[in-house]
């Protein structure tokens, strides 16, 4: 049973799950690096069934919580209230603003599996890494629906991996299990599954203001569970990390 949800970020990702969530009738939990007291905006825009807290306490407070931070600021992810907890994993590798990381460089690692380490004491899943933020807002759609879409989840704990797809059954999408956080590559930055798939072709020669409106204003591209396990399956893996520049939005 969910009815709680916890956010450890409030930016674009952030922002877009807790207006599905509170869209789909449950209580969000808002937090940030910054304090509570930034969130008010937020959290007046999505009315009685949100509030703002600490890390700690949204992480105490959700029956699932979602991480979505920068990368680079995993470590301050708070791995005691984190502890016997699922947790959603919504980080993407972008070396040119988390730095470099020898052991993704190296493929040693997945960036899940790094944030797994850190929270030793917690049920790490993947998930919501791979759509931009505007078209994980506008693609939702309820369960059944002809033209509803499905995002890839990978974990180690089958228990958690099926949290994570109740979650996203509850915002609007179906999950397609691509296997532990070692094959979370497959969803990663580069991959045939990351991001585009989910968008409309952007039309050439477009001005910065015109491609910003054509990126807000565009409706999504339907991705059926079928066409995300062909992409997953057929992914081959490269260098780990990606660019800011492909509209991920986290």
Do not use: C
Request: hydrophobic share 45%.
């Amino acid at each position: 049973m969910i009815s709680t949800l916890g956010l450890i970020g409030s930016g674009m990702i952030g922002g877009a799950l807790a207006r599905l969530a509170v869209g789909a009738g449950l209580d969000v939990v808002l937090s940030n690096s910054r304090g509570p007291e930034t969130l008010a905006d937020l959290v007046a825009e999505l009315g009685a069934h949100a509030r703002a807290a600490t890390p700690a306490e949204a992480a105490r407070d959700g029956d699932l919580v979602v991480a979505t931070v920068p990368l680079h600021a995993y470590e301050r992810l708070p791995a005691a209230a984190l502890a016997g907890r699922t947790v959603i994993d919504t980080m993407n590798y972008y070396p040119e603003r988390d730095g470099r990381v020898t052991e993704l460089d190296a493929g040693e690692l997945t960036s899940s599996a790094l944030v797994q380490r850190h929270l030793a004491g917690a049920r790490v899943v993947k998930a919501f890494n791979n759509i931009d933020f505007r078209r994980l807002f506008t693609s939702a759609r309820p369960s059944g629906a002809p033209d509803r879409s499905a995002l890839p989840v990978a974990g180690g704990d089958p228990a958690a991996k099926a949290d994570a797809a109740r979650l996203l059954d509850l915002l609007g999408y179906d999950a397609v299990d691509i296997g532990t956080l070692a094959d979370s590559w497959r969803s990663e930055p580069g991959t045939p599954v990351y991001v585009t798939p989910y968008m409309a072709q952007r039309p050439e020669g477009m001005s910065e203001e015109e491609g910003r409106r054509w990126f807000f204003e565009t409706p999504g591209v339907p991705m059926p569970a079928a066409r995300v396990e062909e992409l997953t399956a057929t992914a081959v893996r490269g260098p780990a990390g990606g660019s800011r520049a492909a509209l991920s939005g986290d």
